[in-house]
């Protein structure tokens, strides 16, 4: 939780609003003694997805979940299968060396295209995309961080 803490914090966002500390009572065998917590609000649960271990299965799932929002998954699941066909066709073929598998990687892609295409599906280039790109957002972020920095509210590596 300490790194969503400073993920939020250095996002621009409020560490006390998205980190809430609370205290709740519970039992404590005959007695019964306040305990820390806190409330989350759902960027909180977001960051803390995006920076837990992924070999947690509700971790993994939800990073995967951010990774449907984002890409759509439509647009996924093509890439999923392209990916999936070439490494099957390159372990079954016995593919050696970076040409040959160059090869391998455009002929199966070429071939999910045609599936796409024939069965009426939408080209991946066809697909809806994002309003910003990933470079203008990180620009946008760096700008913001280093205007923080110049405050004297983080420090930055560059």
């Known amino acids: 939780m300490g790194r969503a803490m400073i993920a939020c914090e250095n996002s621009g966002h409020s560490v006390l609003d998205d980190f809430a500390e609370v205290s709740k009572i519970v039992d404590a065998g005959a007695t019964s003694k306040p305990i820390k ?7 909180a649960c977001y960051l803390i997805v995006q920076n837990g271990d992924p070999r947690k299965e ?17 647009e996924l699941i093509a890439n999923l299968f392209r990916i999936s066909q070439t490494e099957e066709k390159l372990r079954k073929d016995r ?11 455009y002929n199966v892609g070429k071939e999910v295209r045609t599936a796409i295409k024939k069965i009426g599906g939408t080209m991946p ?3 809806p995309t994002p ?4 470079q203008q957002i990180e620009q946008e972020q760096m700008a ?11 420090l930055l590596d560059e």
């Not at 309003?131 to 990933?134: D, L, M, T, V």
């Not at 913001?144 to 983080?154: H, P, Q, S, T, Y």
Request: charged share 30%; proline share 0%.
């Open 58 to 74: 509700v971790i993994a799932l939800g990073q995967t979940q951010k990774i449907l929002d984002y890409m759509g998954s439509t």
């Open 95 to 105: 593919v050696e060396g970076a040409e040959n598998a160059t090869s391998i990687h």
């Open 37 to 43: 917590d806190y409330e989350l609000s759902r960027y």
């Open 125 to 127: 280039e066809d697909l």
């Open 131 to 134: 309003e910003k790109s990933i």
């Open 144 to 154: 913001r961080l280093k205007a923080k920095a110049k405050k004297g509210k983080i």
